[in-house]
Every structure is written in C-alpha cells, then in structure tokens.
C-alpha cells in the first residue's frame, strides 16, 4: 500500500478498506507526511489538546498560499493531520476558507477522532488553519 | 449454605445493576465511576417528590429533607470510621477539599514552612499547595517514587523536617495503583510535628477505609468515584482540627450572626458549607455508599486486585508493552506500548467498545518521573468482569496487527 498523493484519491481508497487497513492507512500517511522541524514544535505551535498533541506552523508564501508544517506525536491523529494538509496545503488562503473541513473529512471519522468533545487537537487544528486564512484573505 | 470465603470466586458479575454497561467494557472507573440504579433512583427520588431546601424551611418537607441531609453525613462518617458526623464537611470534591485545607489551614502557615508532597501525587495535589507557596512563601518538598513506582517512604521519612508542617499523598494513586502506607507516613509525619492529609479518591472506592486506624489528620474523597453523582464530596478531620481553621467562603448557612460591624461563624461542619449545599448529592452519595457496603468493600478489591492482576499478566505477554506500578496495584494498570502512542490504543479501544484513559491523567510531574508523556490506563470497577480483560487482550491484538 503506497500513500496516495490527492484527497479524493485517499477518499476513494479509504472506502475499499476494511477497519483495520483504514487505520493503516492513516497511518502511513501520518508516516508520509513531511516533517516539522523539532526546534518549531513548541507551546506557540502546540494546539490545546488532551491526549495527543498537535503542533501546527503556517508558512504563507509570497503568492497568497498557505504552507503548513504540522505534526502530532499519536500516530492516527497525525494521519488525519496529514489527510487535513491534503485538503489545504499550498491553496490560497480564500480556497481554504471556502472549503468545509469537517464534512470533507466526515468520511474519516473513524472512532469519533473529529468530534470536538473529545480531544480538541483536530477540531483546534481547523479552527487555526481557517483563523489564519482568514486573516491572509482579509 | 455459606461457602468458606477462601473458596468464593475472586470475581462477581453485577453488571445489571449498571443501566449504561450493557456491553460496553467501561475501563475508566479511576476518572469517574458509572451510577447503580439505585443511585439514580435515589437522585430521582429526591428531586422529584422530596425535594426541599435543608437548615432553613419551617414545613415538613424542609425538615425531613434535613434530617436525609444529615443521615448522609452519618452515613459517610460511618463509612471511614469518623467519629462523629460534625467531622463530615461536604466538599464539590477531593480538589476543593484540598484547596479547602490549603486556603483556611494553610492560613497558619508562615515563611519558610514546609509541605511534603510525593512525585506521584495528581495537580490536585499540587497546585493547590503552589497557591499557598506562592501567598504564604512556604516550600514544597517532594518524595521521590521507589522503581515499582509506590512512594519512596524511606525517602519521604527522610525529607521530613522541623519546619514541614504537613505532608499530603495519595492513599491510592490514579495512574499507578500504587497504595501508600498510610499507618507509616502518619507516624513518621507526626514524629516532627507535621499533620498528614490523604487523598482518598481513588482508594475510597477501593478497600475498606478506616481513617482514625490510618492516623492522618486529614482525609478526602470524591463522590463520582465511588458510584455517586458529580460535585459532591468529603473532607474529613478532627472535629478540634476543623474547629481551629478559620472559613474560607463567607455567605448563608456558616454564620452564627451577622451584623456590619462583626459576623461570628457556625461551628464545623456548617462553618465550611457557605450557601446551598449540594443537597442532593448528599443523597446520591450516601445510596451510593449503601451500595457499595451492600456489597462489601473487601469483596470489591479483591474483585479489582484479581482484574487487575489478570490485566497485568495479560498485557505483559506483549512484548512491545511497558508496565508501570507494582504488581499489587489495585484494580489501576497504567501501560505504554512501544511506537504506539496512549491515544491510538484509546481511539483503537475505543472502537470495540473498550474504554480507557490515554494521557497524563493529571499527573505530568509524574508522567516526567516515568519517562513517557503519557500512559493507557485501565482501570476496573465493580461492573468489570474478566471477559473485559479478554476483550482488552483483544484490543491490544488489533493494535499490534494494525501497527504491525
């Protein structure tokens, strides 16, 4: 199983999974993902969350698009980290805020991981990606 | 006929009389406890035909509602071996109780005094007394962990000085399981002078608790972990020790007289219950007590022990998993797996219908002494049975497979 590169190619992919292998999957593009220097995941890129934690670094380019370098040290968050990324990375930032996060990634929720209630990181995660696009948009 | 306790199996099965079991293997009982439905009947019961305000009314319902108030206080005393029910101060929960004793005991305390705390002990058990520190300038001195992670006594008995004034652990700590000697920290803190206080949350729960054999001064616990509601729970002490503390929350019902120029306050335990009480969770927690007697607090931790110590057993047949806490832990296995970290087993887990706790259980001090950032606990409960450490086992198998 390779990472796929596109979000609906992972969509399409995902679907054809059974449980186990969705987890797998997410993991691999957790492992996929390009790497967060260490020395940039501190208090200021950490986003409040319980368990596991979530490091979040927007790069706006000189053009208008936004570059993230994200991280999170538990293994299926950090997948959804980077199934998140593939969604936003390198757009422009009023692509990013026209497009609905959460229900694009509806079809991923697997175990309730994007419910607010329960560990802040992925929803806090969002929230930070659509506050600095919003305000790059502005 | 009677079967010789001996022979009695370690374990029962009282999941029917949980109504949110059903199924569902519930593995977080050290955060909070599911409620017995005669503990929602009883919560039931009171708001719906016997609900009445407590010390005030001049009806009928007022004062029978009082007096259940107050048998909920005799109810707790008798559960800990108090000596009267006027040592029994209801509390939201062990933390405001802690803070209770930090804010209105602490007020006595000067410069230079000294606190004693252990590496294993919850922020609750932390942070109050850094609130004091920071108001007061005392200091806090911390006893370290021995390697099957209990308090190090030895090192704790060692850290004790003329000038440490009081000593604060947990009977049962909540990522561990470990259980403190509470008899031997008692003696040794009294030695010097000092006053020991007990958080009891996870222990209450636990084993049969008797705080006037234990000898510590000051002994607390909360009402959810022990199959009762949220925002209720109890702080003991000697009625001379609770006499001598000064009030920390100033309003209805902790007062003798009021007047602007001079207010004089209500003895204890009225003196520390200021406004409304939690009145019907007094209720629930005493049904909640009644239940657990029901049952009988040895029978529960041998129940726990025997999960527990199946727990362990079990998980220590993976190779890519860490134990923490002694092997006569009580009913709390705190666990890491190698490369996985505590919220993929959670979220894992948590798909097959197994609930545990991944993270620092509010207790990062102790998080740093393990060296991880966080654990997976599991924790048992009088509704766990032992299918709930095969279907843990199974968990953990997924979670390998899926880890590979």
């Not at chain 2, 021995?146 to 006594?153: K, P, Q």
């Not at chain 2, 505590?342 to 620092?360: M, Y």
């Amino acid at each position: 199983m390779s990472a796929p590169q596109s979000f609906d190619d992972i969509r399409d992919e995902f679907e054809f999974l059974d449980r186990e292998d969705r987890y797998r999957l997410l993991i691999e593009l957790g492992r996929a993902l390009e790497p967060m220097p260490e020395a940039l995941k501190t208090d200021a890129t950490k986003v409040r969350g319980c368990s596991a934690q979530v490091w979040v670094y927007p790069v706006p380019q000189p053009d208008g698009r936004l570059h993230f370098l994200a991280d999170s040290d538990a293994h299926i968050t950090k997948g959804i980290v980077a199934l998140i990324l593939a969604l936003v990375q390198d757009r422009p930032a009023a692509d990013i805020l026209a497009l609905d996060i959460r229900e694009r990634l509806a079809p991923f929720d697997l175990a309730g991981q994007l419910s607010s209630n329960r560990t802040q990181g992925i929803p806090n995660m969002i929230e930070l990606i659509r506050a600095t696009a919003a305000r790059l948009a502005a | 006929m009677n079967a010789p306790a001996a022979i009695l199996p370690a374990t029962f099965d009282r999941r029917g009389d949980f109504p949110a079991i059903k199924g569902w293997s519930y593995l977080d009982s050290a955060a909070t406890a599911q409620k017995p439905q005669v503990v929602i009947d009883a919560i039931t019961r009171a708001y719906a035909t016997d609900y009445a305000t407590v010390h005030r009314g001049v009806y009928a319902r007022s004062a029978s509602m009082t007096e259940a108030y107050e048998a909920a206080r005799e109810r707790v005393a008798r559960f800990i071996g108090a000596a009267s029910p006027d040592e029994i101060v209801f509390v939201r929960g062990a933390t405001e109780a802690i803070n209770l004793v930090a804010q209105s005991w602490g007020r006595r305390l000067q410069p230079g005094d000294r606190i004693l705390i252990s590496a294993l002990e919850h922020h609750s058990n932390i942070v109050p007394w850094q609130l004091l520190r920071d108001r007061a300038g005392i200091e806090i001195d911390v006893a370290p962990l021995t390697e099957d992670h209990r308090i190090d006594l030895d090192a704790l008995e060692a850290l004790l000085t003329p000038r440490t004034r009081l000593v604060s652990i947990a009977h049962v700590s909540n990522v561990l399981g470990s259980i403190a000697d509470v008899a031997r920290v008692a003696k040794a803190a009294h030695a010097v002078g000092a006053k020991l206080l007990v958080d009891g949350c996870q222990a209450a729960p636990r084993l049969a608790v008797d705080v006037q054999a234990l000898g510590c001064d000051f002994y607390t616990f909360s009402g959810h972990k022990l199959y009762g509601p949220t925002g209720i729970g109890v702080l003991w002490a000697y009625g001379d020790v609770l006499a001598d503390m000064p009030p920390w929350h100033g309003g209805g019902a902790m007062i003798e007289t009021v007047s602007f120029a001079r207010t004089t306050y209500a003895p204890p335990p009225a003196r520390f219950e200021a406004g409304t009480p939690h009145i019907v969770g007094a209720l629930g927690l005493a049904a909640a007590i009644d239940y657990v007697e029901s049952i009988g607090l040895e029978r529960i931790a041998r129940h726990e022990e025997a999960l527990g110590r199946a727990a362990r057993d079990m998980l220590r047949s993976f190779n890519s998993i860490r134990l923490f806490g002694p092997e006569d832990s009580a009913g709390i296995v705190s666990f890491a797996m190698d490369g996985v970290h505590p919220h993929d087993i959670g979220t894992i887990l948590d798909e097959a219908g197994i609930a545990i706790r991944a993270g620092h259980h509010c207790a990062q001090p102790l998080m740093e002494t393990l060296g991880v950032p966080a654990t997976a606990r599991a924790s048992f409960g009088i509704y766990n049975i032992d299918e709930d450490v095969g279907r843990l086992a199974a968990g953990i198998e997924k979670i390998v497979r899926i880890f590979g």
